[in-house]
């Protein structure tokens, strides 16, 4: 059974930056796709970004692109998202996922409990 924790929200000003990790346990990492979603109030949750496994072929959503980076630590077993120039809507509580998959848009298997990220003016 894979086991998600992420770390690193918090409150921010725009334009500032956060790195969220992901502490990923209890399957072989590497062998498994990450993925960062997020869910705004009111909104359904979306990819922001994945990384896939082996090769690590990234891919980000539109707005925000540019800004954030993910990355993977196969040594620690680790998936980060580097945000910068937070902006407003980027508010939402972040979900890091993974399923043992080459395809980015599917049905992730296992999800983390969130971490809220807000962004204030």
């Known amino acids: 059974q894979v086991q998600l924790v992420e770390s690193g929200g918090g409150l921010v000003q725009a334009g500032e930056s956060l790195n969220l990790a992901c502490q990923f346990s209890g399957r072989t990492f590497r062998r498994y796709t990450m993925a960062w979603f997020r869910q705004a109030p009111g909104k359904e949750r979306s990819l922001v970004g994945a990384?896939?496994?082996?090769?690590?072929?990234?891919w980000y959503a539109e707005s925000v692109k540019g800004r954030f980076t993910i990355s993977r630590d196969n040594a620690k077993n680790m998936v980060h998202l580097q945000m910068n120039s937070l902006k407003l809507e980027d508010t939402a509580v972040y979900y890091c996922?993974?399923?043992?998959?080459?395809?980015?848009?599917?049905?992730?298997?296992?999800w983390g409990q969130g971490t809220q990220v807000t962004v204030s003016s």
């Open positions: 990384i896939k496994r082996i090769v690590n072929t990234t």
């Open positions: 996922a993974s399923a043992e998959t080459d395809y980015l848009f599917g049905a992730y298997t296992y």
